[in-house]
């Protein structure tokens, strides 16, 4: 089992990925229908807390005709790993053994075993970077500048 420490870190920094990914979606989005990227329709309508992740990729899949599907599923695969660690953190405990500290994590699509973080995290680490990648360039493709800090 991951310690609470180690977890509390993996979580901050997938979620703050996720948001960082769901941001460049926002620009792609803003500079297809508007040319450029505009704060306020970006804050307003595409940051608005029911404008979801599902509504985002299915536009994204929309306005870029010849998509990558596999980067599409990596980014599904992304999300899915951002809702574990923001969404699974209950700890179950066995009623027979009341000397464990710790419990363990139950996986919500497989009950019969614990949550593997450490893998989960691998895995949205080595997908991560090549997605932010694919979303840059489309963004830039569509005539988006990036700007560094």
Known sequence: MIDKDKLSKYR??????????????????SQHYLKRVILPF??????????SFALRRNILKKIIKDIDSQKVEDLNRLNTIRNYFAHCNQEIFEASDKTKKRGKIIDPRHIEREIDFESLYSEFTEKEKG????LAKLFQDLGGVLEKE
């Open 12 to 29: 901050s920094e997938v979620i703050e990925k996720s948001i960082n990914i769901e941001w460049i979606i926002n620009a792609i989005i």
């Open 131 to 134: 997605v932010v990648e694919y």
């Open 42 to 51: 970006v804050l307003e309508v595409l940051y608005d807390e029911y404008f």
